[in-house]
């Protein structure tokens, strides 16, 4: 069985930072493009950042671009990312989910973790 | 970047309705569209993906329409189940956009 558990979330100051964890099982982790999507509250679901199988390729919208840097580490089967700078805005549950894809592209995602809430706020 | 929009936004139906959620695209993506559905609290459920091709375990009463920028996402008999918020999401290029979300009420 798939299982995706985030991990790290909590109260920042602005300014601040985090890092986010994603312990993944019952898959080859290191066979998947892996996925962070977000969901601020009452907003709808916004992709934030993935990462190809060995690291070699990731993107990041815009808005987080210089301040979240999302990284994997393969024997451990985990997903990280580490966010800097957070704003206010950045305030959501993120969401670590599994890409389909086992090849060199990404598509869309099949697994998704219950998420861990992130709060900036002083 | 490419736009994803939903409409509506909400709709409220009966159990037993048939039930569309268009999701248009600012440019065309082909069929690279899939569709998932959540629910309060919860993590989102995959549904659709290729725009039509159903999910494994999704039940039949789902389906998925549509090339280039129109999609449709289509439940032919509501269930109470299926109340949930919906969002299309596009896998043509970066960034990765969602639609906004159709929220399905049970009247």
């Known amino acids: 069985e798939v299982q995706l558990v985030e991990s790290g979330g909590g109260l920042v100051q602005p300014g601040g930072s985090l890092r986010l964890s994603c312990a993944a099982s019952?898959?080859?982790?290191?066979?998947?493009?892996m996925t962070w999507v977000r969901r601020a509250p009452g907003k709808g679901l916004e992709w934030v950042a993935n990462i190809k199988q060995d690291g070699s390729e990731k993107y990041y919208v815009d808005s987080v671009k210089g301040r979240f840097t999302i990284s994997r580490d393969n024997p451990k089967n985990s997903l990280y990312l580490q966010m800097n700078s957070l704003r206010a805005e950045d305030t959501a549950v993120y969401y670590c989910?599994?890409?389909?894809?086992?090849?060199?592209?990404?598509?869309?995602?099949?697994?998704w973790g219950q998420g861990t809430l992130v709060t900036v706020s002083s | 970047d490419i736009q994803m929009t939903q409409s509506p936004s909400t709709l409220s139906a009966s159990v037993g309705d048939r039930v569309t959620i268009t999701c248009r695209a600012s440019?065309?993506?082909?069929?690279?569209l899939a569709w998932y559905q959540q629910k309060p609290g919860k993590a989102p459920k995959f549904l659709i993906y290729q725009a039509s091709s159903l999910e494994s375990g999704v039940p039949s009463r789902f389906s998925g329409s549509g090339s280039g920028t129109e999609f449709i996402l289509t439940i032919s008999s509501l269930q109470p189940d299926d109340s949930a918020t919906y969002y299309c999401?596009?896998?043509?290029?970066?960034?990765?956009?969602f639609g906004q979300g159709t929220k399905v009420e049970i009247k």
């Open positions: 440019q065309s993506i082909s069929s690279w």
């Open positions: 019952g898959f080859s982790f290191s066979g998947h493009w």
């Open positions: 999401q596009h896998y043509s290029g970066y960034p990765r956009t």
């Open positions: 989910a599994r890409d389909r894809s086992t090849s060199s592209w990404s598509l869309f995602f099949d697994y």
